[in-house]
């Protein structure tokens, strides 16, 4: 089973920027689908943004235009870069897989914006 950690978060100023990166335990050429995801304070899990082969992104309506996730698969990286955040962006962010029909997940990385 690919083991997945999720790192590069931390307490950022609203308006800034964090770049999150996961790292797959063996090689992530052969995945169709993974995944970035939050979890707020209080709230359920929601997805955030979804790369699947052939290089397509999907992105939930709250963070269109400001994150942006890539996949290398040299180094069996996931990433988000994510600009301009919000307040309402903190949580722990975890990178996640689709394989086989069944979906893993890290461990997470937790992500402030402070106001």
């Known amino acids: 089973q690919v083991q997945l950690v999720e790192s590069g978060g931390g307490v950022v100023q609203a308006g800034g920027s964090l770049r999150l990166s996961c790292a797959a335990s063996?090689?992530?050429?052969?995945?169709?689908?993974m995944y970035w995801s939050r979890q707020a304070p209080g709230k359920q899990r929601e997805l955030v943004a979804t790369?699947?082969?052939?290089?397509?992104?999907n992105y939930a309506d709250s963070v269109k235009g400001r994150f942006t996730i890539s996949r290398d698969i040299a180094n069996n990286a996931l990433h988000l870069q994510m600009n301009s955040l919000k307040a309402g962006d903190t949580g722990v962010y975890y990178c996640?897989?689709?394989?086989?029909?069944?979906?893993?997940w890290g461990q997470g990385t937790e992500v402030t914006v402070s106001s």
């Open positions: 996640g897989i689709l394989v086989g029909g069944r979906a893993s």
């Open positions: 790369f699947t082969s052939g290089g397509n992104t």
């Open positions: 063996e090689s992530i050429f052969r995945i169709n689908t």
